[in-house]
């Protein structure tokens, strides 16, 4: 074996009843090195590295640490070994400091290890020296008393990496780690990435993002259907390359984007404050949502996307201000007067897509059928087909299996029983099956493999052609840039610009969203 192999996989295979995860997977890494994981939603990726940081035990197969045969029943067992793995979504304390957080769950004889110290008592004072020492040799910029409350994202995920760092890990595993970044914050992490692999770390990257496999990686690992597909340099390969292994076929990776025609003003948002219990979510918004065109809203996770569009919905009440539906009559509707159900048959359409996807529109234990139904559909004279056969929910439900390749043994599963990525495309598909006047896309291909996602681009471009005001939230800047028309960007519920998306850039886009809105005007 090469000395400088630190990580291998041999023959790993993994079964979920009749379902086969992982086949025979064979994979080797070197001391200092970053792979990239790519494949489509199913491929196997989160299920090979749940076996490596010891979530899933093989069914067969061996793992191999430095050259010695490695057990990992547990996570807490792959710490032993040095292993790692950095969740998508973040596992922390809120109410506690960054340094409580790091020290949690350790006994006192791991503590007294990881300190060097066999007489070491629980002492917060120790735990942070050890916690600037490692902030120091990688340039981690976190205040250790500070409380993850308090914190932006990408703090927390300084203190997910500080805190696996902090057990002595030499293996990290980071699945989808610049999902809720800014282009800045990408920027420091991989400046962090890079400083770690110049100290011998060895990183894995779960991500759908292309351009970043491109940048940060050294290798390229592409899983198909539980398979190796193949592992490649990154200097050698190209994005068409490495799609056509992921999906197994050509890709066009353009986002048709077509010109905005004759615009008419569907939504009018005038001044609009909301609050929740705590705090003001959003303050002084003012927004024209126009027909023939997709408007992007940008920002930072916490920003006040998710507030604005459940607004419009109708699921949040109104503090201050107005908005006001314009109907085929060029009538003013006042929204705030209206339920969500009114609301919805005016052709105001909320497709979002939560961590919890189950947690809006679907309801885990029914059918697909059954969650199509869920919704009531408008005739239309449009043969697309999302909208044929609206009185059958069933033949639906087939046509948004088929169009949006959405893995299920049959129709009539459990939606709780299919992929999280599967799980989306039938809410998503649902949504715009409505043919909405307006339709607000949050977030509808988080997760999403790339060739799937590209489905979910098309069809939004669809219903800009056919009239639709499409509002679209995402956290790929790539994307927004690509597919709309207009980018409005949120900062702490205010807005701080809105920019023509053909003509901006990422960088002031980023600046956009981490820029001091006081005593600012907003408006298009």
């Known amino acids: 074996m090469n000395k400088n192999i630190t990580l291998e996989v041999k023959n790993i295979t993994k079964k979920f009843g009749d379902v086969i995860a992982l086949n025979d997977i064979s994979l080797a890494l070197e001391k200092g090195e970053i792979l990239a994981l790519l494949g489509e939603n199913g491929s196997g990726k989160t299920s090979l590295m749940n076996v490596i940081a010891g979530i899933y035990f093989p069914d067969n197969g ?17 710490y032993k070994y040095k292993i790692g793995m950095i969740h998508q979504h973040y596992k922390l304390i809120d109410v506690f400091t960054a340094v409580e957080n790091v020290v949690l769950g ?19 004072k120790e735990a942070e020296n050890r916690m600037n020492e490692i902030s120091a040799a990688f340039e981690f910029n976190i205040n250790p008393r500070k409380k993850v409350y308090n914190m932006a994202i990408s703090e927390k995920q300084t203190l997910e990496i500080l805190k696996v760092l902090f057990r002595g890990v030499d293996i990290l595993i980071l699945d989808e780690p610049t999902a809720v970044l800014t282009p ?10 890079r400083n770690m692999k110049e100290a011998g770390k060895t990183i894995i990257i779960i991500t759908h993002k292309l351009n970043e496999v491109m940048e940060i990686s050294d290798k390229v690992a592409v899983l198909r259907k539980g398979e190796l597909i193949g592992t490649v340099e990154t200097s050698k390969t190209n994005e068409n390359e490495l799609t056509e292994m992921m999906v197994g076929k050509k890709i066009d990776l353009n986002i048709e984007r077509s010109e905005v025609k004759n615009p008419q003003i569907k939504l009018l948002i005038k001044n609009l404050t909301v609050r929740n219990e705590e705090r003001v979510v959003l303050s002084n918004i003012n927004l024209n949502v126009r027909s023939h065109e997709i408007l992007g809203i940008a920002g930072i996770a916490g920003s006040g996307q998710k507030e604005l569009l459940e607004t419009i919905a109708g699921l949040n009440k109104i503090e201050d201000g107005e908005i006001c539906f314009i109907n085929d009559k060029n009538e003013e509707v006042d929204l705030k007067k209206l339920s969500p159900t009114k609301i919805r048959n005016l052709g105001i359409s909320l497709s979002f897509v939560p961590e919890d996807r189950l947690g809006m529109g679907l309801v885990g234990d029914f059918n697909l059928v059954d969650n199509v139904m869920l919704r009531s559909y408008r ?13 059958n929910p069933t033949n639906l439900t087939k046509n948004i299996v088929e169009e949006l390749e959405v893995v299920t043994p049959n129709i009539k599963t459990q939606i709780s029983k299919l992929s999280g990525g599967n799980v989306q495309k039938v809410l998503v598909g649902r949504e715009i099956a409505s043919q909405p006047k307006v339709l607000m896309a949050a977030y509808p291909v988080r997760g999403l493999d790339i060739n799937s996602s590209y489905l979910i681009y098309n069809l939004l471009n669809e219903q800009k052609n056919n009239d639709a005001a499409v509002i679209y939230v995402g956290e790929d800047l790539d994307v927004i840039l690509a597919l709309c028309d207009k980018i409005a960007v949120l900062c702490a519920g205010k807005i701080t610009g809105i920019v023509d998306a053909r003509t901006t850039t990422k960088e002031e ?14 408006g298009n």
């Open 62 to 78: 061996e793992i191999f640490v430095n050259g010695e045969k490695a057990k990992i029943n547990s996570p807490k067992e792959a």
């Open 106 to 124: 350790l006994s006192k004889n791991e503590y007294r290890e990881l300190l060097g110290n066999p007489k070491a008592k629980f002492n917060l």
């Open 184 to 193: 800045q914050e990408t920027k420091r992490l991989f400046k962090v990435l």
């Open 379 to 391: 005739n239309n004279s449009n043969k697309h087909f999302l909208t044929t056969d609206k009185k």
């Open 509 to 522: 886009i980023g600046l956009l969203m981490t820029k001091n809105t006081e005593n600012e005007e907003n």
